[in-house]
């Protein structure tokens, strides 16, 4: 799962690159396409029934899976990209965040960017408390209480609840659901051979959402603007590493003192 662990990470860096005011969300489907299947690849969002495009591109109010198209994006827009790739029947997925700057609109720039830094972050706390973990269920304690922590005066941060992680592998949903929460339940045990795809879904006000009537695009009901990252993550005999992230993670779990251990 390394190699479409990196090829996943490579598309998501295709489309990040072109992030600007003027593009389209399709042209940014393009070249994470155009970078799969050059690698030898394909798109495993195209094989979700009914879904046609490489990533998922959800702007402002919208969550997660909002539809790539002819949308424009704008100064100051806050959007999230999620891609995977499948290669040699085993999958990746990941996504990030990223805020446009808008110079017009400092404050709604600074808080955007909050939120999209806090959620990476509550990420990378998900993801080092997987390094230690004896059940799943510690992962989303951690993702929580990092959120709790870390939103600003104005009010708690909501975490969606009817969206979660996943295992991954020969498929890119398997179980078990990884929750972005705290649960009673401490979910399956950790052991060498799990992957997890760890995804916080954040947003600055409430985390009710509806699903809008495209049939996909997820967005909040009360039109504050939300976050989403997420990293495809093995657990094996010598530690965890992050498939999705060419260092391994090494960079994002610094701050929370774990070091990625290489699969041998
Ligand atoms: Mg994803
Ligand atoms: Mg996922």
């Known amino acids: 799962m390394v190699e479409p662990g990196l090829i996943t990470a490579a598309a998501l860096d295709a489309a990040r690159s072109l992030i600007a005011p003027g593009v389209t969300t399709a042209e940014l489907d393009a070249a994470a396409s155009a ?6 690849a394909k798109s495993n969002f195209q094989m979700v029934r009914g879904y046609r495009h490489t990533i998922c591109a959800s702007v402002n109010e919208e969550v997660v899976h909002g539809i790539p198209g002819d949308r424009v994006l704008a100064p100051g827009d806050i959007l999230s ?3 995977g790739a499948e290669y040699k029947g ?4 990941s996504a990030f965040t990223f805020v446009l700057p808008d110079d017009s609109r400092p404050e709604v720039v600074a808080a955007r960017q909050r939120l999209s830094d806090v959620t990476e972050g509550s990420l990378w706390a998900g993801i080092a408390a997987l390094a230690t973990a004896k059940h799943i269920g510690e992962v989303g304690t951690a993702i929580q209480e990092h959120i709790e922590a870390n939103s600003p005066d104005s009010g708690t941060y909501g975490i969606l609840r009817e969206y979660v992680g996943h295992g991954i592998g020969r498929k890119m949903h398997e179980s078990p659901s990884v929750f972005n929460y705290r649960v009673a ?3 399956p045990e950790v052991r060498p051979g799990l992957v997890l795809a760890i995804e916080p879904m954040v947003v600055i006000g409430d985390q009710a959402t509806f699903v809008e009537d495209d049939g996909w695009t997820v ?3 009360d ?3 939300g976050s989403h990252w997420e990293h495809s ?6 530690g965890i590493w992050v498939l999705t992230a060419p260092d391994g993670g090494a960079a994002g779990l610094a701050p929370f003192g774990v070091t990625p251990r290489e699969i041998a």
């Open 90 to 93: 085993w999958n990746g997925d």
């Open 223 to 225: 039109g504050t603007a």
């Open 81 to 83: 990209i999620d891609a």
């Open 219 to 221: 967005s909040t009901i």
């Open 185 to 187: 339940d401490p979910g």
């Open 233 to 238: 993550v093995a657990v094996h005999e010598d």
């Open 35 to 40: 970078l799969i299947t050059g690698r030898g």
